[in-house]
Nanobody
Framework: QVQLVESGGGLVQAGGSLRLSCAAS????????MGWFRQAPGKEREFVAT????????DYADSVKGRFTISRDTAKNTVYLQMNSLKPEDTAVYYC????????????WGPGTQVTVSS
């Protein structure tokens, strides 16, 4: 059973930084893509960043390029999202997700962690 647990959210002032962590367990993730998504109040969940577990190829939403960095520690089975130059519009619940690269859908989700950026 795959489990994803996010941590590291909180309240930060605009221009500040936070690092989110996602601890993954339950299987070997070498064939998986890991992703971060977010959902702001009243809005749909949106893609933030993704990383291929094996090889480390990354991709980002245009809104976070140059400010956010996704990475993974294969020894710790943990994925990180370093968020710099935070803006109030980054306020959202951030979710970690996992997808078998042979499938199109994100099959596993964490419960989410709240990030609030004050102006």
């Amino acid at each position: 059973q795959v489990q994803l647990v996010e941590s590291g959210g909180g309240l930060v002032q605009a221009g500040g930084s936070l690092r989110l962590s996602c601890a993954a367990s339950g299987r070997t993730f070498s064939r998986y893509a890991m992703g971060w998504f977010r959902q702001a109040p009243g809005k749909e969940r949106e893609f933030v960043a993704t990383i291929i577990w094996s090889g480390g190829i990354t991709d980002y939403a245009d809104s976070v390029k140059g400010r956010f960095t996704i990475s993974r520690d294969t020894a710790k089975n943990t994925v990180y999202l370093q968020m710099n130059s935070l803006k109030p519009e980054d306020t959202a619940v951030y979710y970690c997700a996992a997808r078998d690269t042979l499938r199109l859908t994100w099959g596993y989700w964490g419960p989410g962690t709240q990030v609030t950026v004050s102006s």
